[in-house]
């Protein structure tokens, strides 16, 4: 505290402490959340009259440092690797082909206090961000950063999505043309079949099964 008397002969205490005119008092600590009331008397040059002055001095409480996650969820069904923990800052996530986007969804642990964003868009606590689009067959990298109360500690937690690509498989599972044989016997990866047909044969019928049951097929 620095005081500064007007009259020149006047006398100065801050809390007991003899200070001279225009000079800093000794310091005064404050803990965190606690007040500091100083008072600093001048005395007049007659020795009598004196007038007192308080300041209150108040230290808000220290601000928290937790930048931590209690939860990480996306709005798709996917294999996460390793399964979220707090502690743990990246993830491998795995979603199926027909899954084009997501929105991720980060609930941080200092709740009221800390604060998220994800890919750079702020998102409120334990809120959905905007859908993310994701591309067939590529890994997307998700950064969910969060910044605790003090707005210098930070944690990143990274999701890397891969959105499984479009199944190249067009091969047959089985093939048969009722009870008509031909040859060679089926195999998956021979395209070419012969079948020897008696005049008394006025039609046949083609039955047959995909490997993978999301392709299509003529006949």
């Keep these: 505290i620095k005081p500064t008397a007007i009259s020149a002969e006047a006398s100065i205490t801050v809390n007991g402490t003899a200070v001279s005119s225009g000079a800093q008092s000794r310091a005064y600590t404050i803990e965190p959340g606690k007040s500091v009331s100083v008072p600093v008397i ?28 209690s939860a990480l969820t996306i709005s798709a069904v996917g294999t996460w690797a390793p399964q979220f923990v707090s ?8 979603v199926k082909n027909d899954v084009s986007s997501v929105a991720v969804t980060p609930t941080v642990e200092d709740t009221g206090k800390a604060t998220v964003t994800v890919s750079g868009a702020d998102v409120a606590d334990a809120t959905a961000s905007a859908s993310i689009a994701l591309e ?13 109360e003090d707005g210098i500690t930070t944690n990143t937690y990274m999701l890397n999505i891969t959105r499984e690509a479009l199944n190249d498989n067009a091969y047959l599972s089985s093939l048969s043309l009722g009870t008509v044989s031909f040859s060679p016997a089926f195999v998956k990866t021979t395209n070419s079949y012969s079948a020897a047909l008696t005049s008394a044969t006025a039609s046949i019928t083609v039955v047959a099964g995909l490997e993978d049951t999301t392709a299509t097929m003529t006949v």
Excluded at 50 to 64: F, G, H, M, N, P
Excluded at 87 to 94: D, F, I, P, R
Excluded at 136 to 148: E, F, H, S
């Design 136 to 148: 067939a067959g590529m890994v997307t990298r998700i950064p969910v950063i969060v910044t605790a």
């Design 87 to 94: 502690g743990t800052y990246s993830y491998a996530v795995t």
């Design 42 to 69: 001048v005395t007049a040059a007659d020795g009598i009259t004196t007038k007192t002055y308080t300041i209150t001095v108040s230290r808000a409480d220290e601000l928290s440092n937790n930048a931590r996650l």
